[in-house]
Nanobody
Framework: QVQLVESGGGSVQAGGSLRLSCAGS???????MGWFRQAPGKEREGVAR???????TYVDAVKGRFTISRDNAEAKVYLEMNNLKPDDTAMYYC?????????????????????WGQGTQVTISS
């Protein structure tokens, strides 16, 4: 069964930290994985992605603050978020491609990911 389930969202104050987790089925052990987010009234945007050998790409807004990682044995992907800001408030989605190769472009396009979780809410207060 192809399934992605996010967890770890919550409400914290600015400057705080959260760790998001995404649990996937066996299928995703060989997939490029990504995290996206969507704030109210805004389009969904990419945050970070990681290929099967650990190469990562981040959107400029989170560089130096967020870290994506994966545990292939457990088919899990994580997003460690530090120094959180109110602008980070959004629903965060885990996504997977049908390929182990992540897109070469530095830009994130949600149509390049084929499987999506239901999302976990992150709320940062000032």
């Amino acid at each position: 069964q192809v399934q992605l389930v996010e967890s770890g969202g919550g409400s914290v104050q600015a400057g705080g930290s959260l760790r998001l987790s995404c649990a996937g089925s066996e299928f995703f052990k060989s997939s490029c994985m990504g995290w996206f987010r969507q704030a109210p009234g805004k389009e969904r945007e990419g945050v970070a992605r990681i290929d099967t050998i650990g190469r990562t790409t981040y959107v400029d807004a989170v560089k130096g603050r967020f870290t994506i990682s994966r545990d292939n044995a457990e088919a899990k992907v994580y997003l460690e978020m530090n120094n959180l800001k109110p602008d980070d408030t959004a629903m965060y989605y885990c996504a997977a491609r049908g390929s182990g190769v992540c897109p070469a472009s530095p830009h994130f396009r949600d149509y390049e990911f084929h499987y999506w979780g239901q999302g976990t809410q992150v709320t940062i207060s000032s």
